[in-house]
């Protein structure tokens, strides 16, 4: 029998109870114990790791969410935050592309920017995000492929990403040049981190298909923790955020290997 912990299986359980308090504001512990076959003990350590996180507050029998993270699966939301900062971050990583590329553009709200801005130069794109995908379709520069898979679960909430094993063995059968990664969570001891498994396995398939990773992250997202690390911070060769990382978060990513590359707002 498999032992209960931070495994694929217990972060999948953690993604529906962070779903149900969501849409519910708060859970109860024998409701979910019930739900997926597991103890009381066991949830409550669900509940606990989500309390660290701060997503809930764990109240007796239970927990309710903390009102912060009720977009916590609220794609849509989190699009039109820091717009300034991730179209910078787009113009950034748009210098990174040279005629002749083929590039994998990872789904996300930062990485969305960055594909209106292709047509210019004569590039191959691969995606799993049919967003991504409906900004390319009329650019004639892009010749364009698309995983396949199943569309994520999370369609009301705005995310039209194709995943699992399909996906993953698509990703798997070619070679890039470089890869825009996005990542729900930059933490310096954990790495990069999302929510989802098999958000995790098709970003982990992406990396082994590039030889260059650029991850695009805004700043919102450093020091934050999700439920599963897809990547330790030394598989990243470049790393594109904003002009709010201080000097002191710069110099330790830059002792850790990675070029940090500062993308500035215009602007006031």
Known sequence: MRKEGMNMNSARRLEEI?????????VEVQELA?????????IRLDLDKLAKMG?????????????????????????????????????RALEYIEEG???????????????????????????????IAGEVLEKENVTLYVTG?????HRREGVYTLLGRDAEALLRKYKVNKLFLAATA???????????????????AMMQAAEQVICMADYSKFHQQAFLTFARLEEIDV???DSRIPDEDVRYLESRGIKVDVARTSGP
């Open 149 to 153: 898979g199943r569309l994520s679960d």
């Open 34 to 42: 019930k739900r997926f076959s597991v103890t009381g003990k066991t």
């Open 186 to 204: 930059v933490n310096f001891k954990q790495g990069l981190m999302v929510y989802s498994e098999d958000v995790a396995a098709a970003k982990k």
């Open 101 to 131: 590329d083929i590039i994998i553009i990872d789904a996300g709200s930062t990485t969305l920017p960055l594909s209106r801005l292709l047509g210019d130069k004569r590039i191959t794109l691969l995606t799993n995000d049919l967003l």
């Open 239 to 241: 790393l594109i955020t």
């Open 18 to 26: 962070a779903q149900i308090l969501a849409a519910r504001g708060s």
């Open 55 to 91: 997503m809930v507050e764990r109240v007796h029998g239970g927990a309710v969410l903390k009102q912060p993270q009720t977009d916590l699966f609220q794609i849509r939301t989190r699009r039109k935050t820091n717009l300034r900062e991730k179209q910078a971050i787009a113009q």
